[in-house]
């Protein structure tokens, strides 16, 4: 059984920088691809980010310049940094674990509010 656990969402400013963080635990393969998607009120969930065990990374191009993405391996560890934030950027963060087309794994979400 594979969980991902997700913090360090909140409420920050526009302009305010946060930092996300999902830790898998389970059984998962050393060739994986972990990423971040989100879903506003109201909206479909939608790409945010993902990282290959190799580094390559991928950005939604609304989020490109502004957001980054790394990863710890021998940690099951990824990190989304989520800077110059806008209120758009508000939404429900959801960590993802892609083991092959087929398996998937979400975490619970954490939300990112940003306002005045």
């Known amino acids: 059984q594979v969980q991902l656990v997700e913090s360090g969402g909140g409420l920050v400013q526009p302009g305010g920088s946060l930092r996300l963080s999902c830790v898998a635990s389970g059984s998962i393969f050393s060739i994986n691809v972990m990423g971040w998607y989100r879903q506003a009120p109201g909206k479909e969930r939608e790409l945010v980010a993902t990282?290959?065990?190799?580094?390559?990374?991928n950005f939604a191009d609304s989020v490109k310049g502004r957001f980054t993405i790394s990863r710890d391996n021998a940690k099951n560890t990824v990190h989304l940094g989520l800077n110059s934030l806008k209120p758009e950027d508000t939404a429900v963060y959801y960590c993802?674990?892609?083991?092959?087309?087929?398996?998937?794994?979400w975490g619970k979400g954490t939300l990112v509010t940003v306002s005045s």
């Open positions: 993802n674990l892609r083991l092959t087309v087929a398996i998937n794994y």
């Open positions: 990282i290959t065990s190799a580094g390559s990374t």
